[in-house]
């Protein structure tokens, strides 16, 4: 999501902003998206735009069209227009986050994640495979240290280049949860087959793509059963 906010910046239309000393409300920026907007569809009918101003708002209308920009039109509760790029590029100069936008606009991109579980707070890998990890849910003692004896197993796919090994403590970040996407079936030492959740970190406020993305998995882990 956070893509957009790089696409298409008038940066020079938006310079003028910069230089006012106190941060304007999302109301005045939308106000002023609006005008920059108007503006060059009035100078484009009357033939008065320079040939950079032309160059920039043909690249305007195109990205309109864009593969991000279509994936928030369908997600999108209100309509998405001309303006969305320069107010999202403009609120974000001035320090606003795109769940200040999408509350603002109405646009109900973002939602309360509603896969979030509380079960385990922490999971203790005890298996490193190639593409991701066996780990135990922790059950948190009043040592704070992880007992897993009345754990649950769980795959968790390896993120980036973090480092495994075992033993090693996952938790959620800051603002995230544990979500179960489905289910992995896996065949232990002793030749016996196992059914696991596929355990996610992912934002507790998260987009409607992504929320679609995850029923699809845990719908389609269903058909498989």
């Known amino acids: 999501m956070k893509k957009i906010i790089y696409i298409f910046i008038f940066m020079s239309l938006c310079a003028a902003c910069s230089s006012v000393p106190k941060r304007p409300s999302l109301s005045q920026i939308q106000q002023f998206a609006t005008q920059v907007i108007s503006d060059l569809q009035a100078r484009e009918t009357a033939g008065t735009l ?19 920009m279509l994936r928030l039109k369908k997600y999108s509760a209100q309509p998405i227009n001309l303006e969305f790029p320069i107010l999202v590029a403009d609120a974000n100069e001035w320090g606003y986050s795109f769940e200040e936008i999408n509350d603002f606009l109405g646009l109900d991109l973002i939602v ?19 593409d991701f990890v066996l780990a135990d849910g922790c059950e948190v003692t009043s040592y704070d240290k992880c007992s897993t004896f009345h754990g649950r197993i769980f795959m968790f796919p390896k993120q980036g280049d973090e480092l495994y ?41 998260i987009d409607r793509e992504q929320l679609e993305n995850i029923k699809k998995m845990r719908e389609g882990m269903q058909k498989e059963q």
């Open 50 to 68: 320079s040939k950079e101003e032309q160059e920039e708002w043909k690249r305007l209308q195109e990205g309109m069209n864009s593969e991000e």
């Open 112 to 130: 309360e994640n509603p896969y979030c579980e509380n079960e385990f707070k922490s999971y203790k890998v005890f298996q490193v495979l190639s």
């Open 165 to 205: 090994f075992d033993n090693k403590i996952l938790t959620p970040p800051s603002k995230f949860c544990s979500v179960y996407a489905g289910t992995y079936n896996y065949e232990s030492k002793g030749g016996n087959s196992h059914t696991v959740p596929i355990l996610l970190f992912l934002p507790k406020a």
